[in-house]
Protein backbone atom coordinates (compact mmCIF):
# COMPACT_ATOMS: atom_id res chain seq x y z
CA UNK A 1 0.00 0.00 0.00
CA UNK A 2 1.41 3.25 -0.64
CA UNK A 3 0.39 6.38 1.27
CA UNK A 4 1.69 8.79 -1.45
CA UNK A 5 2.54 8.41 -5.32
CA UNK A 6 5.48 10.08 -6.85
CA UNK A 7 7.06 10.74 -10.48
CA UNK A 8 5.31 13.11 -12.12
CA UNK A 9 7.05 14.70 -14.54
CA UNK A 10 4.99 17.48 -16.33
CA UNK A 11 2.77 20.70 -14.85
CA UNK A 12 -0.62 18.71 -15.26
CA UNK A 13 1.05 15.58 -13.56
CA UNK A 14 2.59 17.95 -10.59
CA UNK A 15 -0.64 19.19 -9.88
CA UNK A 16 -3.00 16.05 -9.69
CA UNK A 17 -0.05 14.31 -7.86
CA UNK A 18 -0.21 17.48 -5.30
CA UNK A 19 -4.08 17.15 -5.06
CA UNK A 20 -4.05 12.79 -4.28
CA UNK A 21 -0.75 13.44 -1.92
CA UNK A 22 -2.65 15.89 0.37
CA UNK A 23 -5.83 14.04 0.41
CA UNK A 24 -3.86 10.71 0.92
CA UNK A 25 -3.39 10.90 4.78
CA UNK A 26 -7.56 10.74 4.84
CA UNK A 27 -7.56 7.49 3.83
CA UNK A 28 -6.25 4.23 5.50
CA UNK A 29 -4.96 3.46 2.46
CA UNK A 30 -3.56 6.64 1.22
CA UNK A 31 -3.02 7.34 -1.91
CA UNK A 32 -4.61 4.20 -3.12
CA UNK A 33 -7.71 5.29 -1.19
CA UNK A 34 -7.71 8.70 -2.63
CA UNK A 35 -7.66 7.27 -6.54
CA UNK A 36 -10.38 4.48 -5.62
CA UNK A 37 -12.82 7.08 -4.89
CA UNK A 38 -11.71 9.38 -7.54
CA UNK A 39 -11.92 6.33 -10.34
CA UNK A 40 -15.77 5.84 -8.50
CA UNK A 41 -16.97 9.11 -9.07
CA UNK A 42 -14.51 10.97 -11.06
CA UNK A 43 -14.78 14.43 -11.04
CA UNK A 44 -18.14 14.57 -11.76
CA UNK A 45 -18.41 13.87 -8.48
CA UNK A 46 -17.45 16.84 -6.86
CA UNK A 47 -14.67 15.32 -5.21
CA UNK A 48 -12.29 17.28 -6.42
CA UNK A 49 -12.97 20.60 -5.11
CA UNK A 50 -11.47 22.23 -7.62
CA UNK A 51 -13.24 21.12 -10.70
CA UNK A 52 -16.83 21.72 -9.91
CA UNK A 53 -17.78 25.12 -10.78
CA UNK A 54 -17.55 26.28 -15.16
CA UNK A 55 -15.34 29.05 -13.97
CA UNK A 56 -12.89 26.62 -12.34
CA UNK A 57 -12.72 23.60 -14.96
CA UNK A 58 -12.52 26.45 -17.76
CA UNK A 59 -9.29 28.10 -16.70
CA UNK A 60 -7.84 24.51 -15.79
CA UNK A 61 -8.98 23.50 -19.04
CA UNK A 62 -7.11 26.77 -20.25
CA UNK A 63 -3.98 26.26 -18.38
CA UNK A 64 -3.47 22.61 -18.98
CA UNK A 65 -5.12 22.66 -23.09
CA UNK A 66 -2.07 21.62 -25.01
CA UNK A 67 -1.12 18.75 -22.26
CA UNK A 68 -4.85 17.20 -22.01
CA UNK A 69 -5.22 17.15 -26.34
CA UNK A 70 -2.04 14.75 -26.13
CA UNK A 71 -3.75 12.92 -23.26
CA UNK A 72 -7.05 12.83 -25.78
CA UNK A 73 -5.00 11.92 -28.73
CA UNK A 74 -3.71 9.26 -27.00
CA UNK A 75 -7.04 8.00 -25.80
CA UNK A 76 -8.59 8.51 -29.19
CA UNK A 77 -6.06 6.39 -30.79
CA UNK A 78 -5.80 3.81 -28.60
CA UNK A 79 -9.27 3.30 -28.45
CA UNK A 80 -10.01 3.49 -32.15
CA UNK A 81 -13.22 5.89 -31.46
CA UNK A 82 -14.59 8.97 -32.25
CA UNK A 83 -14.32 11.40 -29.79
CA UNK A 84 -18.40 11.07 -29.70
CA UNK A 85 -17.63 7.27 -28.91
CA UNK A 86 -15.18 7.99 -26.57
CA UNK A 87 -17.56 10.78 -24.75
CA UNK A 88 -20.90 9.63 -25.55
CA UNK A 89 -24.00 11.37 -25.03
CA UNK A 90 -21.70 13.71 -22.75
CA UNK A 91 -20.27 15.25 -26.04
CA UNK A 92 -21.65 18.02 -27.31
CA UNK A 93 -21.41 17.45 -31.33
CA UNK A 94 -21.97 20.76 -32.19
CA UNK A 95 -18.48 21.84 -30.74
CA UNK A 96 -16.31 19.47 -31.92
CA UNK A 97 -13.49 21.79 -31.56
CA UNK A 98 -14.38 22.43 -28.06
CA UNK A 99 -14.61 26.57 -27.89
CA UNK A 100 -18.04 26.31 -25.30
CA UNK A 101 -17.92 25.55 -21.60
CA UNK A 102 -19.75 21.92 -21.87
CA UNK A 103 -16.52 20.22 -23.78
CA UNK A 104 -14.11 22.54 -22.50
CA UNK A 105 -15.42 20.96 -18.63
CA UNK A 106 -15.39 17.70 -19.80
CA UNK A 107 -12.04 17.50 -21.35
CA UNK A 108 -10.98 19.38 -17.76
CA UNK A 109 -12.47 16.64 -15.95
CA UNK A 110 -10.67 14.29 -18.39
CA UNK A 111 -7.30 15.36 -18.15
CA UNK A 112 -7.38 15.05 -14.54
CA UNK A 113 -8.83 11.48 -14.07
CA UNK A 114 -6.56 10.39 -16.95
CA UNK A 115 -3.71 12.27 -15.43
CA UNK A 116 -4.21 10.34 -12.26
CA UNK A 117 -4.73 7.18 -14.04
CA UNK A 118 -1.33 7.65 -15.46
CA UNK A 119 0.19 8.25 -12.16
CA UNK A 120 -1.17 5.04 -10.97
CA UNK A 121 -0.04 3.35 -12.99
CA UNK A 122 3.33 4.24 -12.96
CA UNK A 123 3.11 4.03 -8.54
CA UNK A 124 2.07 0.44 -9.52
CA UNK A 125 -1.14 0.96 -7.84
CA UNK A 126 -4.27 -0.89 -9.16
CA UNK A 127 -7.59 0.23 -9.01
Known amino acids: MKKRIDG ?3 PLERHVQKWINSRAADYESGAEGVLKDLFYGGCQS ?7 YYTDTLEFFKKYRQE ?4 LVEALESSG ?45 EV
Open 68 to 71: INAL
Open 8 to 10: AAT
Open 46 to 52: GMVGHLI
Open 81 to 125: CSISELFGDKWEKEDPLAQDRLNQNLLAWFGFEETARKLADANEI
